[in-house]
């Protein structure tokens, strides 16, 4: 890395991310059930869903092959490649809640190393979410 001063025109957040996804309907109907939130856009390709700074647009698989080409769209049983964290005010009563939402935690709560306590969860399109205090 360099000592260069960070140009000021430059982004100060991200505004999007775009997750791929095989079914979008599922995924969409976890993200409204799960995180209560309603879809701010929609299409036949995509759902968009607003996190405050940044919009989480769940795109379909087949239709992402337009925005990274010629790099190929890897499915889900590639491995997960991200992980996506929220805070939480308590981890062990969202957890709670999350399980009375259907959601299968993929492990936690847990105290890390590094002083956070955390727990996990993967949504229909395989992305990796995790909740942190």
């Known amino acids: 890395m360099t000592d260069k001063p960070i140009d000021p025109v430059w ?3 991200i505004s999007a991310i775009t997750l791929f996804t095989e079914d979008l309907g599922a995924t969409r109907q976890f993200y409204e059930e799960v995180f209560g939130l309603p879809v701010v856009f929609e299409d036949d390709n995509s759902a968009v869903f607003d996190f405050g700074n940044t ?3 769940l795109l379909s698989a087949t239709a992402a092959h337009g925005l990274v080409e010629p790099a190929p769209v890897a499915g889900p049983e590639a491995g997960s490649r991200l992980q996506l964290t929220l805070g939480v005010d308590d ?3 969202m957890c709670k809640e999350l399980t009375a939402r259907g959601v299968t935690l993929l492990n936690g709560p ?3 190393p590094w002083g956070i306590r955390t727990a996990s969860f993967r949504d229909p399109g395989g992305h990796i979410w995790e909740i942190a205090k």
């Open 55 to 57: 919009v989480i647009n």
């Open 11 to 13: 982004p100060k957040g």
């Open 110 to 112: 847990m105290d890390r």
């Open 91 to 93: 981890v062990d009563a």
